[in-house]
């Protein structure tokens, strides 16, 4: 009797003195996510000035663009705000124009050929200053100068280098021997002429990028690579390279979308010309819109989005790289 009720109030004991349930899980998270919360208020707060930034800066512009091609905007309309709406009209203006096969080709060229000259020289450099000898930190400020310059003043200057009777691009090549060369006034030479421009402008950013990229790569790789009789040339394929891969890629990436809307270099230069031999689409939206004495927003608006849906594109296409590589 006696054991039965010690065994009893031992039970009782022990349920009593246990800890108390916890509530279930799915109350705690409503507790947490309670829309009064004052967690919820401190996270709407901080995030208040992004989302207004956004709003103004990136939605309103996108959908002003994309308003201003659906419907047939001339300076009057423009002033008045009585647009007729055309739908796609503007749109298949555009892809019937002469000048589309000639824009969108010279587009891909200025692009490629720039970024992908631009990168070559830009890792070049950056392998050359990384040994980091005595003058590297002074050089390798000197070659930021092309990037600091206003873009106008860096236009105008390459502008006068390449003039074809007293540049001094031709007194050189004269110098040596050579004819004279129409850089600007040629048709076969001013897509050319505006693409080393544009070069000399964007190494100094991938030379900034890669030589941070190459910093971020431990030396105690290339030291183990060494001791396993690696040349110099088979470190750089198969240590600095592939290591080097998500920087390159997010500075191709850049690249590629800077060089896509480069119109000031162009236009200063050769405004698209002679004829459209230096016509790109970023340019010829800038022509259609402010480069004539009759402005025609709804083709040049038109154009803007196709910039952006190649840009969204090759976007798209490195979010998808980059996470396959995450995933290797």
């Given at each position: 009797m006696t054991t039965t009720s010690v065994h009893r109030t031992g039970r009782a004991s022990d349920g009593a003195a246990g800890p108390r349930p916890a509530a279930p899980a799915p109350e705690r998270r409503a507790r947490k996510r309670a829309p009064g919360s004052a967690s919820t208020w401190t996270a709407i707060g901080f995030a208040a000035p992004l989302l207004a930034y956004l709003a103004v800066f990136y939605a309103y512009p996108l959908w002003r663009n994309i308003e201003l091609s659906l419907h047939d905007y001339t300076v009057r309309s423009f002033v008045l705000g009585d647009p007729a709406f055309v739908g796609f009209e503007?749109?298949?203006?555009?892809?019937?124009?002469?000048?589309?096969p000639t824009a969108l080709v010279n587009t891909a060229l200025f692009t490629l050929v720039s970024i992908a000259f631009q990168y070559a020289i830009g890792l070049g450099l950056a392998r050359f200053f990384h040994a980091n000898f005595r003058l590297s930190a002074v050089l390798r400020a000197l070659f930021l100068v092309p990037w600091l310059l206003p873009l106008i003043v860096s236009s105008s200057t390459w502008?006068?280098?390449?003039?074809?009777?007293?540049?001094?691009?031709?007194?050189?090549?004269?110098?040596?021997?050579?004819?004279?060369?129409?850089?600007?006034?040629s048709p076969d030479t001013a897509l050319t002429a505006v693409i080393i421009a544009?070069?000399?402008?964007?190494?100094?950013?991938?030379?900034?990028?890669?030589?941070?990229?190459?910093?971020?790569?431990?030396?105690?790789?290339?030291?183990?690579?060494?001791?396993?009789?690696?040349?110099?040339?088979?470190?750089?394929?198969?240590?600095?390279?592939?290591?080097?891969?998500?920087?390159?890629?997010?500075?191709?990436?850049?690249?590629?979308?800077?060089?896509?809307?480069?119109?000031?270099?162009?236009?200063?230069?050769?405004?698209?010309?002679?004829?459209?031999?230096?016509?790109?689409?970023?340019?010829?939206?800038?022509?259609?819109?402010?480069?004539?004495?009759?402005?025609?927003?709804?083709?040049a608006a038109a154009i803007g989005n196709l910039l952006i849906v190649i840009a969204l594109v090759f976007g798209f296409i490195h979010v998808r790289m980059q996470r396959s590589w995450e995933k290797s």
């Open positions: 503007k749109y298949a203006e555009v892809f019937t124009a002469n000048a589309f502008a006068w280098m390449l003039n074809s009777d007293h540049g001094i691009v031709n007194s050189v090549v004269q110098a040596f021997g050579g004819e004279q060369i129409n850089w600007l006034t544009n070069i000399w402008l964007g190494i100094p950013f991938n030379l900034v990028i890669l030589h941070a990229g190459l910093q971020q790569i431990p030396g105690e790789v290339y030291e183990a690579a060494a001791l396993d009789g690696a040349s110099p040339r088979q470190q750089f394929w198969r240590i600095t390279f592939p290591l080097l891969r998500p920087v390159s890629a997010i500075t191709l990436l850049l690249g590629f979308i800077y060089t896509l809307k480069v119109v000031d270099v162009i236009w200063i230069m050769t405004t698209g010309g002679p004829g459209n031999a230096s016509l790109t689409l970023a340019v010829w939206s800038y022509r259609e819109a402010f480069g004539t004495g009759q402005p025609d927003f709804s083709p």
